[in-house]
């Protein structure tokens, strides 16, 4: 089965759908245009702590040197802090290996520009036509192949960048970490001990199977109870590349990127910095959410599910923050790319100059239930515009009255469509849903 770059790279279980040979010829490939357009190739590859990482490292510096490229090897490392150093150390590209939030066999390979962006789709496809056909590039011959050199004080300047943005005085928090087994183990107890927070991590110790296993942002149940059994004043949750964060309030509840969409906007109106008076979310943002920001008059965008599409929004009108419920926040001014640490350290310079704590900064945004139910169909786009489905939602939502919701929307890889519904209890999520899952059924015989 082939495999094919998406929003978030190219992905796929370690040695089955993503093997050694893809990566040595997207190595190749990337750093022969790179040398072709910009007459040199200086390739920046990190890693997070899947057992897999080693291999692909070498097999993308293997490829990349054999065509005359030169890697650079930051080890493992953050999403974010990768994007960062290519952007500004003088960096023609990056290689992050990572599968996110996904299992310790999975892995993935994101490709950043110098700029600190995704590489475009038409290359990314220009990419797969050379991994999957019978091409060689020529190879580098005597002096002109390639090295691999370490760049081992890499994170350094990421750690500066952040003090310098978020000169904060933590002494007064007890703050606790689930770094996942991830990424993040070498990042955030580092930066928030600097600061002098009383840090309490779990799930910091990778052995390259226990990324992501039961633990990190999509497993929060783990913090919540140790945020109070500790007595902490805020958890962070990472994900496994550490692009992402859910926080913990001290009294457990969970902070998920609606809620910190919601507490940074309001300080950024606040202060006279959000710009646009608008913040950016995606279709799947809680109902919760857009009703509170009419509430303080605040404007969203709604885009398609992904970072890649919200950050083109922001870059479009210059909004200054955006992100998903699954807390990949950007922050515009800071960063091209979705920042757990950094969002981490924005909640907590918030809390800092509102004095208050993440409970008193989010409690009174109501979240409402939703159901997301996946639906097998022949066609897709042929269900979305069925009368008799787009009848069963329109039923649905004058019920509902504007006190929920219903969106219903293909996969972006799968021959599925997604239904879901906020309401005002589980019961009437769970009623509605499926009254259009059966709709939708019958018209797929």
């Given at each position: 089965m082939?495999?094919?770059?998406?929003?978030?790279?190219?992905?796929?279980?370690?040695?089955?759908?993503?093997?050694?040979?893809?990566?040595y010829r997207i190595g190749q490939f990337v750093a022969n245009s790179l040398l072709e357009n910009q007459g040199q190739c200086k390739v920046l590859i990190g890693k997070d702590t899947r057992l897999s990482g080693d291999m692909f490292e070498m097999a993308l510096a293997s490829g990349l040197t054999s065509v005359g490229g030169d890697a650079y090897l930051l080890g493992v490392c953050s999403t974010p802090s990768l994007v960062y150093l290519v952007s500004k150390q003088d960096f023609n590209c990056g290689f992050m290996i990572s599968a996110s939030h996904n299992p310790y066999y999975d892995n993935g390979i994101k490709i950043i520009t110098g700029s600190g962006t995704k590489m475009d789709s038409e290359f990314e496809k220009q990419i797969e036509e050379y991994i999957y056909g019978e091409e060689q590039l020529p190879l580098a011959i005597g002096e002109n192949i390639g090295t691999v050199s370490l760049y081992n004080n890499g994170l350094d300047f990421y750690f500066d960048y952040l003090f310098k943005n978020f000169p904060l005085d933590l002494s007064n928090l007890k703050i606790a970490l689930d770094c996942a087994n991830g990424s993040s183990c070498v990042t955030a107890e580092h930066v928030l001990r600097h600061l002098k927070a009383d840090v309490k991590v779990i799930n910091n110790c990778p052995n390259g199977l226990n990324?992501?296993?039961?633990?990190?942002?999509?497993?929060?149940?783990?913090?919540?109870?140790?945020?109070?059994?500790?007595?902490?004043?805020?958890?962070?949750?990472?994900?496994?590349?550490?692009?992402?964060?859910?926080?913990?309030?001290?009294?457990?509840?969970?902070?998920?990127?609606?809620?910190?969409?919601?507490?940074?906007?309001?300080?950024?109106?606040?202060?006279?910095?959000?710009?646009?008076?608008?913040?950016?979310?995606?279709?799947?943002?809680?109902?919760?959410?857009?009703?509170?920001?009419?509430?303080?008059?605040?404007?969203?965008?709604?885009?398609a599910v992904g970072d890649k599409y919200v950050y083109e929004n922001m870059i479009q009108n210059d909004y200054v923050i955006?992100?998903?419920?699954?807390?990949?926040?950007?922050?515009?001014?800071?960063?091209?790319?979705?920042?757990?640490?950094?969002?981490?350290?924005?909640?907590?310079?918030?809390?800092l100059s509102e004095k208050k704590s993440l409970n008193e900064l989010t409690d009174d945004l109501f979240i409402y239930p939703q159901l997301l139910v996946n639906v097998e169909v022949k066609d897709k786009e042929a269900m979305l515009e069925n009368e008799n489905v787009l009848k069963a939602c329109q039923n649905v939502e004058e019920v509902l009255k504007g006190n929920g919701r219903v969106l219903v929307r293909p996969s972006g890889t799968e021959p599925l469509v997604r239904v879901m519904v906020e309401a005002s209890s589980d019961e009437l999520c769970s009623k509605y849903v499926n009254e259009i899952v059966e709709v939708v059924k019958n018209e797929n015989k």
């Open positions: 082939k495999i094919h770059f998406g929003t978030d790279g190219i992905r796929g279980k370690a040695n089955e759908d993503l093997t050694i040979d893809m990566a990324i992501n296993r039961d633990c990190g942002s999509t497993h929060p149940e783990s913090l919540v109870k140790f945020v109070q059994d500790n007595s902490c004043d805020v958890g962070f949750a990472f994900d496994g590349d550490a692009d992402r964060v859910i926080a913990i309030a001290k009294d457990g509840q969970i902070v998920d990127g609606d809620k910190i969409i919601y507490a940074c906007g309001k300080y950024f109106k606040k202060h006279n910095e959000l710009r646009g008076n608008s913040v950016v979310t995606t279709v799947m943002a809680n109902l919760g959410l857009f009703k509170k920001l009419d509430e303080y008059e605040i404007g969203y965008e709604k885009t955006g992100g998903e419920q699954s807390g990949h926040i950007i922050f515009k001014d800071y960063a091209s790319t979705g920042d757990g640490l950094l969002t981490a350290l924005m909640i907590l310079k918030v809390m």
